[in-house]
Nanobody
Framework: VQLQASGGGLVQAGGSLTLSCAAS?????MDWHRQAPGKQRELVAS???????NYADFVKGRFTISRDNAKNMVYLQMNDLKLEDTAVYYC?????????WGAGTLVTVSS
């Protein structure tokens, strides 16, 4: 399965963005990860096909992950963005034990 993330951009602190990830086929668990400059990639949120969600503590209450199984799409609604949310955001899934990563989309939060 191929993943394509989109929706990144430049936004002021306190603003909102919605990221989208299009999958070329069936997906089960989908994650959003991010990698800030000079930092390790970290898990942001995950969602199962049945809609069970998990969030990293640093985005709880601000980000919402959702999906449309009919369209093989996963979304990340990001509200109240902070400077520290600046990163490249990647969608990820695991298929037959093999990690599948999208190309990433850059989110830049300015003051």
């Amino acid at each position: 399965v191929q993943l394509q993330a989109s929706g990144g951009g430049l936004v002021q602190a306190g603003g909102s963005l919605t990221l989208s990830c299009a999958a070329s086929g069936f997906i089960n668990v989908m994650d959003w990860h991010r990698q800030a400059p000079g930092k390790q990639r970290e898990l942001v949120a995950s969602i199962t096909r049945g809609g069970n969600k998990n969030y990293a503590d640093f985005v709880k209450g601000r980000f919402t992950i959702s999906r449309d199984n009919a369209k093989n799409m996963v979304y990340l609604q990001m509200n109240d963005l902070k400077l520290e949310d600046t990163a490249v955001y990647y969608c990820h899934t695991s298929l037959y034990g093999i990690d599948q990563w999208g190309a990433g989309t850059l989110v830049t939060v300015s003051s």
